[in-house]
């Protein structure tokens, strides 16, 4: 069982950064493939990124790519996405995720273990 709680959500002006955070219980983090996925008002949770068990691989949509990082630090069961150049259409929830898998996971029904989310707004 893993239990995930995002952090670093808020409001931000179109152009600028933030950087989110999960933090994951358990002992086994490093055994978990990472994922973030967000959800805009009346639409449906959409894949951002996901992150390899020892962070040597990751995966990122089309419209974040250039713009968003992940990164994760098994050390303190942490896992990040940096968010920069940040547009309108970011909006939404952004959920952190977990799967136990061996290879990269971008499809939200593959995952197991999900956070309550945190609100990322920007403005223009």
């Known amino acids: 069982q893993v239990q995930l709680a995002e952090s670093g959500g808020g409001s931000v002006q179109a152009g600028g950064s933030l950087r989110l955070s999960c933090a994951a219980s358990?002992?086994?983090?490093?055994?978990?493939?990472m994922g973030w996925f967000r959800q805009a008002p009346g639409k449906e949770r959409d894949f951002v990124a996901a992150?390899?068990?020892?962070?040597?691989?990751?995966t990122l949509s089309d419209s974040v790519k250039g713009r968003f990082t992940i990164s994760r630090d098994n050390a303190r069961n942490r896992v990040y996405l940096q968010m920069n150049s940040l547009k309108p259409e970011d909006t939404a929830v952004y959920y952190c995720?977990?799967?136990?898998?061996?290879?990269?996971?971008?499809?939200?029904?593959?995952?197991?273990?999900w956070g309550q989310g945190t609100q990322v707004t920007v403005s223009s």
């Open positions: 358990g002992r086994t983090f490093d055994s978990y493939v």
């Open positions: 995720a977990a799967v136990w898998s061996v290879i990269l996971r971008t499809v939200q029904s593959e995952y197991d273990f």
């Open positions: 992150i390899s068990r020892m962070g040597s691989g990751t």
